[in-house]
């Protein structure tokens, strides 16, 4: 089972991820967490990326493609697995296309979650998490029990720098100028389900599950 997700910033790509990983038992690979992660640990990468991600830019091809490159070499992707985030461009999808033929994998489907740009910089904009934990709360949606703590470890919650609204709309104009292209490529394949992304994540999970047919 190899999936791709598509959708702007804050169509609930990540949360998808997250369910479908388990649901059929496979590992959740989001970029934009790996990036997260390596600025958190102040690797030589993350100090690299720093900027360009605070901003709310696209790292480059090279960098990404090769991170890529390096977590599908690891045995746990044997089963399938589930990309988040990646690819965002017709490079790193053409690059994608070259690494899977080199290890003998095709795409099962590429689902593109179909959500109103206003809602997604309402969902964006009231988006909170949790510097300990990654918990991830949203202001009035999903709020914290206590306003503006984590409910499992009481951390204050922080606002991604790049969900701020000047980096939003960057993301935004990023994803409609590379990323949105890469609908075209692959339903030329044949490979797009485009799913609504309104509703609860259950909802939303089960309208998934229908497009895959498992
Ligand atoms: P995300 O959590 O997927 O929204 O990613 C957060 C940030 O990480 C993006 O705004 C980019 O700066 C960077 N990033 C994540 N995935 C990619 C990718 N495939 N190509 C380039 N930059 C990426
Ligand atoms: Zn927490």
Known sequence: MILILLGPPGAGKGTQAKLLAQQYGVPHISTGDMFRDH???GTPLGKKIQAIMDAGGLVTDDVTNEMVKDRLSQPDVAPGFILDGYPRTVNQAQYLDLLLRSLGRTIDKVVSYEVAEETVIERISGRRSCPKCGAVY??????????GYCDRDVTPLVQREDDKPENVRKRMQEYGTKTEPLKRFYRERGLVAEIEGVGTPEGILAATRKALGR
């Open 138 to 147: 949203h202001v009035s949606q999903n709020p914290p029990k206590r306003s």
């Open 39 to 41: 600025k958190a640990r």
